[in-house]
């Protein structure tokens, strides 16, 4: 329930007044934001009946909005930050360079001397071992700087928050529902932390999935991504409807429709992006470069020779065959809402069908592109971002509904 009620948003209140209900209709219509619209529509009663502009969640006192949402969407775009950051220290192998970890960060070495020492103990991990066996100091030193970059980004990102917070409660711009709201986040943003470090840890046992490289637990790094997503969504969503309400029409020609495919596409890509780092996690995207077939098969023969349910997640060949079909169920819902979007509804529902289809069809491209291409770092980092971009345009849209 607080979970519906912190993305959901209200309704205006107050009587319908039949009245006002047909000046609003009047209004918008004469103005054209619906378009040709009007024409399209039956003349059933349902078919005419107009929801009043919503809000967001009621988070500020009248006057501060603005300011609240400035903040809100300062933290989701350092958040978008911190976890593209986070995608290059994967995608670079530095996640592993710094044993320690201090929930405040620690600076980075001074001297040649505190450096050789970070190295040494860096020497007596599972990674150094069999993968950067034969790494120079001054390698050590460049992902090293990689994962503290990112650890004090999120720290930064963090304090931007907490500071916001405190600013905005001190000044009483937040209203109850706001302290809830931010509540949440901070949650979610001490946990991450926290998961972070556990995460970390696990790159220092011995593996135990079926990758035997020695990486973090993909388990882990999912929640990690999880985590972050969520606070990144959080923040985006209520930041925007404090910026701008939206106003649109509900249970008007094929809006329901539209509605309901956006949904659904939110939900494919949502376990898209999950599988999306289990790939990441488990080195899968190397286990197959070739596009539309794997191996010269549709259905790769792993997924006939499934022994136990783990392989679904960390099996290469099997974790890449999801998240591909998961891709192709984000696409094909994205076209269903945009085919649905082309007659009866208004211009603003339109406009978001066309903007998610595009953002998932160039995904699924960039998709392609770095698997082919042995996962190059710039094109998994450009596949990582555009992941981030498709869930911001979906949010956009489904607050509009």
Same mark, same amino acid.
């Given at each position: 329930?607080?979970?519906?009620?912190?993305?959901?948003?209200?309704?205006?209140?107050?009587?319908?007044?039949?009245?006002?209900?047909?000046?609003?209709?009047?209004?918008?219509?004469?103005?054209?934001?619906?378009?040709?619209?009007?024409?399209?529509?039956?003349?059933?009663?349902?078919?005419?009946?107009?929801?009043?502009?919503?809000?967001?969640?009621?988070?500020?006192?009248?006057?501060?909005?603005?300011?609240?949402?400035?903040?809100? *969407?300062?933290? %989701?775009?350092?958040? /978008? &930050?911190?976890?593209?950051?986070? #995608?290059?220290?994967? $995608?670079?192998? =530095?996640?592993?360079?710094?044993?320690?970890?201090?929930?405040?960060?620690?600076?980075?070495?001074?001297?040649?001397?505190?450096?050789?020492?970070?190295?040494?103990?860096?020497?007596?991990?599972?990674?150094?071992?069999?993968?950067?066996?034969?790494?120079?100091?001054?390698?050590?030193?460049?992902?090293?700087?990689?994962?503290?970059?990112?650890?004090?980004?999120?720290?930064?990102?963090?304090?931007?928050?907490?500071?916001?917070?405190?600013?905005?409660? *001190?000044?009483? %711009?937040?209203?109850? /529902? &706001?302290?809830?709201?931010?509540? #949440?986040?901070?949650? $979610?943003?001490? =946990?991450?932390?926290?998961?972070?470090?556990?995460?970390?840890?696990?790159?220092?046992?011995?593996?135990?999935?079926?990758?035997?490289?020695?990486?973090?637990?993909?388990?882990?790094?999912?929640?990690?991504?999880?985590?972050?997503?969520?606070?990144?969504?959080?923040?985006?969503?209520?930041?925007?409807?404090?910026?701008?309400?939206?106003?649109?029409?509900?249970?008007?020609?094929?809006?329901?429709?539209?509605?309901?495919?956006?949904?659904?596409?939110?939900?494919?890509?949502?376990?898209?992006? /999950?599988?999306?780092?289990?790939?990441?996690?488990?080195?899968?995207?190397?286990?197959?470069?070739?596009?539309?077939?794997?191996?010269?098969?549709?259905?790769?023969?792993?997924?006939?020779?499934?022994?136990?349910?783990?392989?679904?997640?960390?099996?290469?060949?099997?974790?890449?065959?999801?998240?591909?079909?998961?891709?192709?169920?984000?696409?094909?819902?994205?076209?269903?809402?945009?085919?649905?979007?082309?007659?009866?509804?208004?211009?603003?529902?339109?406009?978001?069908?066309?903007?998610?289809?595009?953002?998932?069809?160039?995904?699924?491209?960039?998709?392609?592109?770095?698997?082919?291409?042995?996962?190059?770092?710039?094109?998994?980092?450009?596949?990582?971002?555009?992941?981030?971009?498709?869930?911001?345009?979906?949010?956009?849209?489904?607050?509009?509904?």
């Amino acid at each position: 329930m607080a979970f519906r009620l912190l993305f959901r948003g209200y309704t205006s209140t107050g009587a319908f007044r039949p009245g006002f209900h047909h000046r609003f209709v009047e209004r918008y219509v004469a103005n054209g934001r619906f378009g040709s619209i009007h024409r399209g529509f039956s003349s059933h009663s349902e078919a005419q009946r107009l929801k009043l502009p919503r809000r967001g969640l009621d988070i500020a006192v009248p006057g501060r909005e603005r300011s609240v949402g400035r903040w809100l *969407l300062s933290c %989701a775009g350092l958040t /978008a &930050g911190v976890m593209t950051i986070g #995608a290059y220290v994967r $995608l670079n192998e =530095s996640g592993l360079s710094m044993l320690d970890w201090k929930f405040l960060g620690l600076p980075l070495p001074s001297t040649e001397q505190e450096w050789n020492k970070h190295f040494d103990r860096y020497k007596e991990t599972p990674e150094y071992k069999s993968v950067h066996y034969d790494i120079t100091l001054e390698e050590y030193k460049n992902i090293f700087v990689n994962e503290w970059v990112h650890r004090m980004a999120g720290r930064i990102s963090g304090a931007v928050f907490a500071g916001g917070f405190v600013y905005f409660t *001190l000044t009483k %711009a937040l209203k109850p /529902a &706001g302290k809830v709201l931010a509540a #949440a986040i901070g949650a $979610l943003g001490v =946990s991450q932390a926290f998961i972070g470090k556990w995460m970390v840890a696990s790159g220092f046992e011995e593996p135990t999935t079926e990758n035997k490289t020695p990486r973090v637990s993909p388990y882990r790094l999912t929640l990690h991504f999880l985590d972050a997503l969520g606070i990144y969504s959080l923040c985006l969503w209520n930041g925007l409807n404090l910026l701008s309400k939206p106003e649109v029409l509900e249970k008007v020609g094929n809006v329901a429709k539209v509605k309901g495919w956006m949904r659904r596409t939110a939900i494919f890509a949502l376990f898209t992006m /999950a599988y999306g780092t289990l790939v990441a996690g488990n080195d899968a995207g190397l286990a197959c470069n070739t596009w539309p077939k794997m191996m010269n098969k549709y259905i790769p023969d792993e997924i006939a020779n499934i022994e136990s349910k783990r392989q679904w997640f960390e099996n290469g060949m099997i974790v890449q065959f999801v998240h591909r079909c998961m891709s192709y169920l984000t696409f094909a819902s994205a076209l269903c809402a945009l085919t649905s979007a082309k007659s009866g509804v208004p211009v603003v529902a339109k406009k978001a069908a066309m903007g998610v289809f595009h953002a998932s069809m160039l995904q699924i491209a960039l998709g392609i592109i770095t698997v082919v291409n042995q996962v190059p770092l710039h094109g998994a980092l450009s596949h990582h971002a555009n992941a981030l971009i498709l869930w911001s345009i979906l949010l956009n849209a489904l607050r509009k509904f």
